[in-house]
């Protein structure tokens, strides 16, 4: 028998680090829920955050092929958001977790 550890374990302690940053799970929630390209300045207001935070935490998003930028046509300065597929197969599991804090009720 083989003692070493599963490589998976990894790579989801990965994601969970991702995940648990600061308005990581927001934006892909909100973005989830729009079910349409976001602007970055309406993404920063439906998350209350800075320029800063929503900047690194959608370029770690799409580093990690849970969100896609796209350039808005006729204006090359100006970008959208999505959510991929791969972000959306982490829907229900986003839903839970803000269900589950929900119930809780604080």
């Not at 990690?64 to 100006?78: A, D, P, Q, R, Y």
Request: hydrophobic share 30%; proline share 3%; with cysteine.
């Amino acid at each position: 028998m083989e003692d070493s550890c599963n490589p998976t374990y990894g790579r989801v302690d990965e994601l969970l680090e991702l995940l648990t940053k600061s308005k990581s799970l927001h934006l892909l929630l909100v973005l989830d829920r729009k079910k349409g390209p976001i602007r970055f300045s309406n993404l920063k207001r439906l998350v209350d955050s800075s320029s800063t935070t929503v900047s690194r935490r959608l370029k770690e998003l799409e580093a990690h092929g849970l969100v896609s930028k796209s350039k808005i046509e006729g204006n090359s300065n100006m970008h959208e958001y999505s959510i991929t597929e791969d972000g959306q197969s982490l829907s229900p599991i986003m839903q839970y977790l803000f269900d589950w804090v929900a119930d809780r009720g604080q």
